[in-house]
């Protein structure tokens, strides 16, 4: 049975918070999740609940989130990618699983670059985009329109905005629970508080204003790119073009989801992160389809304790 711990942390002058969910026999390394940016550390109880019966569950309020000191924007995402690694070696943690959806795709991501399979066992990325990208012009102005709305207090275009671009009202195809999520993440984002918004403004703000891409080598850990079949946010080809970039990465599709994938097939979404931190195969779970040109998994007859390393 897993207890739960919520502690006080500091990175240079910030306070922020680590919850961690211990499981006393864990059979696997501890995983990290890293939320995307309208999340909190409580914002994964639908996952845990699957997730504790195995192994440890880490979640963090990192600066700029949740009960978090506010992050001015200059600091980019490296800033928090070595908080989100401080927190867990901290709690003992020295090598672990580790996943990223929206905006924490990207720390996720900076995290495995900066400190490599020696540290993080295993990494799923879900919904990202590739941060070597730049952003497009009317992505900008996108962004820049979400914290005019904000700063006018404009709460109500604000929610909508952003669920239509998470979850469009008119997707391209079927998409599970696709009205009662949408309702959902509007119901969640109207309701954000005042003093939560300059958190908002400040995240978004750093999407477009400081550093999201660092040079170096990706490292040789095995990776998991995951995006919905029907993201119009963070499109399937954007995910395969980053799992290339990565020597173990692997880009698989979620049927009939979006963006929004790992609330609308919750458990499924689960079951794939168990899936991959086995050494498993993801492609050939059924509501899942791999993009060519992105490494096949481990080789059938290969133990997954083979494929990765136990921590």
């Known amino acids: 049975m897993a207890t739960e711990a919520v502690d006080r942390l500091e990175h240079e002058g910030f306070a922020y918070y680590r919850r961690v969910l211990a499981h006393a026999r864990s059979r696997t390394a501890p995983v ?16 845990e609940s699957v997730f ?33 690694h401080h927190a867990m070696r901290t709690a003992g943690f020295e090598r672990y699983d580790l996943v990223g959806v929206s905006y924490g795709a990207l720390v996720a991501h900076r995290l495995a ?28 102005a996108a962004l820049r329109h979400f914290t005019d709305l904000l700063k006018a207090s404009d709460v109500e275009s604000f929610a909508r905005m952003a669920v239509d671009h ?15 999520v949408r309702r959902m993440v ?13 958190k908002i403004i400040s995240n978004t703000r750093r999407l477009y204003t400081s550093q999201v891409s660092y040079d ?19 499109p399937p080809e954007g995910g395969r073009r980053l799992a290339t970039a990565y020597p173990r ?13 790992f609330v609308q097939r919750d458990r499924e979404y689960a079951q794939l992160l168990l899936t991959h931190f086995r050494g498993e195969d993801c492609a050939r779970l059924p509501y899942c389809r791999r993009l060519p040109h992105t490494h096949d998994g481990p080789r059938p ?9 136990a921590a």
Do not use: K, N
């Not at 590739?130 to 012009?137: I, K, N, S, V």
């Not at 998470?166 to 009662?180: E, T, Y």
């Open 52 to 84: 504790r019966r195995h192994t440890t569950v880490v979640t963090l309020d990192l600066p700029g989130y949740g009960m978090a000191d506010e992050l001015p924007a200059h600091h980019g995402i490296d800033f928090l990618a070595v908080a989100a």
């Open 166 to 180: 998470l979850s469009p009202a008119c997707p391209p195809g079927p998409v599970h629970r696709h009205a009662a």
């Open 186 to 198: 509007h119901g969640a984002l109207v309701r954000v508080p005042r003093q939560a918004r300059s």
């Open 249 to 261: 990465g692997t880009c698989v599709t979620i049927a009939e989801t979006d963006h929004l994938s």
């Open 216 to 234: 170096g080598p990706l490292p040789d850990t095995p990776t998991l790119v995951c995006t919905g079949e029907f993201d119009t946010l963070t």
């Open 301 to 309: 007859g290969v133990p997954a304790a083979s494929a990765h390393p």
């Open 113 to 140: 670059q900066r400190y490599g399979s020696d540290v993080v066992r295993s990494l799923v990325l879900t919904g990202a985009a590739d941060p070597r990208q730049p952003l497009r012009e009317e992505e900008v």
């Open 32 to 47: 990290l999740f890293l939320g995307g940016a309208f999340q909190d550390m409580r914002s994964w109880r639908r996952h």
